[in-house]
């Protein structure tokens, strides 16, 4: 969800770094990039009618943007795998463009991609960085389709709502190639998909999930090349919001259960340790009922940390409680180092759940987003 | 027993302060000369390396196509569909500003995202210094090294004409003395202010894998070449290595003169310290220890003259490396240099140079200092016995050696070196035979003088003979000086008349038009075809011609293409070298017309092309095979040029553009009124408007800059030189303190004393004149037409100007007569009693 807050904060947070540490100080400069200034930027006021396919595709109104899928692959002989593939769009101040070429661009691109490989605990993050011009990168603004590079994501028919996509991206040694085929149509979070992310009207995001993705293809790792298949998440979010201080970080989780339930958190972790108003999530039943969650509807306790080899503590286990879907879970990740420690610092790792849905026990698998730990006290 | 002899050494230096003076400034003179300019040519050298180092990185290839550039769209095949992520889109051009300390300033256009995987231009997040989003959306946003401005300041510039505003809005990351004169903007910045949309001017790659660039070669346009990256560096290096040759060369000059004076000091201390060493001799120091002694004297001696000439050398190199850095932007390519580099492998190779050099010249005094029997420790004698110069195989062995180096110098496989060689054997070998013309000069001189000032004249003429072997040495020293005043005296003038000549029968047109752009740089000049029309209808303009002037890359160097509109009607602008004859001349312009090209002497001379051969030139319609018709000439450039119709470049490179005009005007029309409304059309582009005769004498300024490091240097060779004569008769006199003490007494008077002493000088500088013109003419005639054509390709008519013989032949005596006024003084004003007593 949060992701789009992931780069604003976590570059606002780089800047009060230690020097010492890995997290490039210009980091904090991003903020000014992606939160300095909203002129001439939409921002997210008030609900909206969504409509797909047009909403998979790029809202350059608004200033900040991603495709944010996330998943489980499994391959024979016990062969487990997590991925993320990421796409951020962030839209350039709106100037009068000069007369010049194809090289003016509205938008930079980052894009993310991490393979984690279980079985030999082993994890490869990347990041690439490309101008929206010349086709470098750039998404559509009618369908799903959007790359940076060879990096891409696109529907196979972008004129369909629920076309299955096609994920492709490799970097060095690691690649990753998926059909994903939707299961669960959008699930908009929020509001009817407006996410409030602090008490300033326009401090919010469009928000919407696809929380149900088979998928089906082919990783390639060190260790070889692997036919997979597994399941995926699909986040998508817009806004202009610009951040409000206080806010440290936040702990993100998306997880799909056993019974056939989505469940999605965010707790945002304010400067003083409590958590913030707005943070939020939303319940997805197996029948496809949603239910929002405000942050009196749920509880995450950390239950453990790991420790960087430079020093950072992140928490690697949790206890989330939804009483009122009657749900309690012990989440712990597939390996303690999914850190992507690139130019933004952060944690993003395939997790497993255990524990009871209604009394009933319950398994599930899905991933976790902790952001603003690099920061020193 | 060795600290006892080293206390002897220390006492004669220290007690014959002019002697140390003398050895000192040689030693310091010629190590300053030496090491300044090999200090400035090298911090030339690294200061574009360092910047080429920063621009270029990791990157081991890179994709160029000359003037015509590359389109975008070849980045994104070679990124993204070939996949080769280290790599980085480059737009680069150049500007003229007051704000630049060169005058040049260096646009480089970057895509800050693609950069990481070299250096630290690049930048993915921003930071104060580096604020990207200003960068990447500000009109005109550039980041600048401090010296250029701050950032909020605005830049100045002019582009082709245009003025541009230069926004800075950061600082160039890391060191920026690599970047001097250098601002970085963004691609699509730098596109839009060098109005080069759409156009790359290279791509830089890191292939790490070695299929890779056949991978690459095949999506290639035509007209687009991959070249290794640091071949290319090393082939714009390489440009100025003629240039830099010839000025190392006359720096060994001055140190070869340096070498004379220092010859000349030990061998008189040598000669002064006769009765010492046959007393130590007979004491029981052995010849070994005292040729030890004087070697260490030498080493001593050579130490600190040769740190004085470092210390001497380094300032002198700020004032060079300006001058030198001058030229290589007039002539070459943009380069800015912030300070002199002091390298110390430059400053240790001088420090060697200079210590060998003195030790070198020492083993001769040193061995003669070793040879003197025990028994002569009872003889008096002063008289300077080095055996040497009567050696009567000595004139012959002379001959043999310039004959040896001439034909060393313009053996036709030789190289330059090979050429600067042969130069220095016929120098060393010239320098044989200065005994013989002293000689011949003293037996002159002797009739001569005797029959107008009578004895001082006579005895000045015989005392040459007598202390026969240093007379020579100084006599060699100052000949050198002035053959080398003469050769280059003589080169640069029949340079300049040639070049005189022209532009003479070049610039045919009335006005030249061009936009303000940096200098050297090709420029555009854009017009609309509106405004071209309306130039030509100007009351007042007879006729218009275009020229297109564009830079192509080939291998090893990149080759100028000239297209002008009316070649074959201004065919008394061009001159044919080759073919020679009125019938094959027609025939070469016949087949001009025809689609042939014509080459510049100096592409014709440095690539061996013929007329018939065929020269190769990659263009947007593939590589061309131009056959070609004739050689012309022209010292526009050392590098290449190919000349063809217009109508031929317009159709093999697709390129409407042109970069300057000349107008032939009507009979009565008034250049400044054309001027006027040629400058009115055009606004608002800012151009030169320049009369041939302007035109002339610009193209004579850069000329006059061009050599004026070489007349600092032969300057400074004559100083050296100088200083030898000045050394050399100063010793002579002061030997013969005692001698003039006792004419004193027999009734010499001060006036004839100082006669005789000056005439001795003076047949010392006319020994020299007549060594060193038919010398000096030598050089000339190698640097003329060996040096000079081997290093640029250009034939220059040779002219002997008698001012500068005149002048050479001023400097010599000048020299040689100011070293006797100290001499004349001190043997006037001292008491004859004194000098007697001081035996």
Known sequence: ?377 | MSRTLNRTSARYLTRHPWQLVLALGGVGLGVAVAVAVALATESAQRAFKLSNDRLVGTATHQVVAGTAGLPDELYRRLRVDLGIRKSAPIVEGFARSEDAASGTLRIIGIDPLAESFRGDLGMVLGTDAYPLDAFLTEPGAVLAPEALGSVGDVVEATVDGRLIRLAVVGRVPGDGSALADTVVADIATAQELLELSGRLSRIDLQLDATDLGDRVQAELPSGARLVEAAARADTTVQMTAAFELNLRAMSLLAVLCGMFLIYNTMAFSVVQRRELFGALRAVGVTRREILRLVLAEAVAVGTVGTLLGLAGGIALASRLVRLVTRTINDLYFAVAVEQVALEPRVLAGAAALGILATLVSAIAPARQAAGVAPRVAMMRSAEDDSGWVNHPGLAGAGVLAGLAGFALATWRGGDLVAAFGGLLMVVLGASLLAPTVVRAVAKGGAALLGAIVGTPGRMAARALTVGLGRVSVAVAALALAVAVVVGVGVMVTSFRTTLIDWLGYTLQADLYVSPVSARGQSATLRLSNEQLSEIANLTGVDRLATIRTISVETSPEPTAVLAPSHAVEDRESYRLLEPSGNQAMEDAWMRFEGGEVLVSEPLAERRGVAVGDVVTLPSPSGALELRVAGVYVSYASDRGEVMMRRSVYASLWRDPLISGLALHLADGATRDGVARQLREILQPLQVVVVSNSELRAQSLVIFDRTFRITAVLQTLVTLVAAFGVFGAVLAQQLERAREYALLRLTGFTPGQLRALIGAQAGLMSVASIALALPVGWVLAWLMIHVINKRSFGWTLQMTVPPGVLGQAAAVALVAALLAAIYPAVRATIAPPGAALREE
């Open chain 1, 1 to 377: 969800m949060t992701r789009g807050l992931v780069l604003a904060v976590l570059a606002a947070l780089a800047g009060c770094s230690a020097p010492s540490g890995p997290v490039p100080s210009q980091a904090a400069d991003l903020a000014e990039v992606l939160g300095g200034e909203s002129d001439g930027f939409a921002r997210a006021l008030e609900p909206r009618e969504f409509g797909f396919p047009r909403d998979h595709g790029s809202h350059p109104d608004y200033r900040t943007e991603w495709w944010y899928f996330t998943g489980h692959l499994s391959g024979a002989d016990d062969e487990a795998f997590g991925f993320q593939f990421t796409l951020f769009r962030s839209g350039l101040p709106r100037r009068t463009p000069g007369q010049g070429g194809g090289w003016r661009a509205r938008d930079l691109w980052m894009g993310h991609f991490a393979v984690g490989d279980f079985r030999r605990g082993d994890f490869w993050p990347f990041e690439r960085f490309a101008r929206g011009a010349l086709g470098l990168a750039g998404a559509s603004e009618t369908g799903f389709d959007a790359w940076l590079e060879n990096w891409r994501i696109v529907a196979e028919d972008t004129e369909q709502a629920d076309s299955p996509v096609v994920l492709s991206a490799e970097a060095g040694d690691v690649a990753l190639r998926l059909r994903l085929v939707p299961e669960r149509p959008p699930v908009l979070q929020g509001v009817n998909g407006l996410s409030q992310k602090g008490a300033e009207p326009g401090s919010a995001s469009y928000y919407y999930s696809m929380p149900r993705w088979r998928a089906a293809g082919s990783v390639r790792v060190p260790a070889g090349d692997f036919e997979v298949s597994g399941t995926a998440w699909l986040d998508r979010e817009w806004s202009t919001s610009v951040l409000e201080p206080g806010q440290a970080g936040w702990d993100w989780f998306s997880l799909q259960l056993d019974d056939g339930s989505d469940l999605m958190l965010y707790a945002m972790r304010r400067d003083d340790g409590t958590t913030d108003e707005y943070s939020s999530g939303t319940y997805v039943a197996a029948d496809g009922t949603v239910q929002p969650l405000q942050r009196d509807d749920f509880s995450i306790e950390p239950r453990g940390t790991w420790t960087t080899d430079d020093g950072i503590e992140y928490p690697a286990a949790w206890t989330l409680r939804v009483p009122g879907a009657g749900l309690e879970l012990e989440v712990a990740p597939r390996i303690p180092n999914q850190e992507m420690r690139l130019s933004f610092r952060y944690w993003e790792g395939a997790v497993v759940a255990t524990g009871s849905l209604g009394g009933m026990s319950v398994g599930g698998r899905g991933f976790v987003e902790l952001t603003g730990y690099g920061r020193p006290d």
